[in-house]
Nanobody
Framework: QVQLVESGGGLVQAGGSLRLSCAASGLTFSSYSMGWFRQAPGKEREFVATIRWSDGSTVYADSVLGRFTISRDNAKNTVALQMNSLKREDTGVYYC???????????????????WGQGTQVTVSS
């Protein structure tokens, strides 16, 4: 049974930082590309960042490029999202996701992912 459990969300002032973590179990973690998505109230879930299983390459949404960093630790079966210079528009529920796809393309859509966590709330106040 695959489980993805996010942690690290909370309330932070604009300009501050948070580090999200996702612990994976029930899968061969190193064989999965991992992604972070977020969903604001009344909006669709959107791509934030992804890290490829094969070489650790990363891709980011334009809105977070230069502020967020995704990383993975295959020994600990975890993926992290370091979020700096947070803005109010970063507020939302952040989801961790895992994909077994072997496509060489970067996975930036929800449909490419096989497993999802329950999400963790991030609220950025002004």
């Amino acid at each position: 049974q695959v489980q993805l459990v996010e942690s690290g969300g909370g309330l932070v002032q604009a300009g501050g930082s948070l580090r999200l973590s996702c612990a994976a179990s029930g899968l061969t973690f190193s064989s999965y590309s991992m992604g972070w998505f977020r969903q604001a109230p009344g909006k669709e879930r959107e791509f934030v960042a992804t890290i490829r299983w094969s070489d650790g390459s990363t891709v980011y949404a334009d809105s977070v490029l230069g502020r967020f960093t995704i990383s993975r630790d295959n020994a600990k079966n975890t993926v992290a999202l370091q979020m700096n210079s947070l803005k109010r528009e970063d507020t939302g529920v952040y989801y961790c996701a895992a994909s077994v796809s072997r496509t060489p393309l970067f996975l930036t859509v929800t449909g490419a992912y096989d497993y999802w966590g329950q999400g963790t709330q991030v609220t950025v106040s002004s």
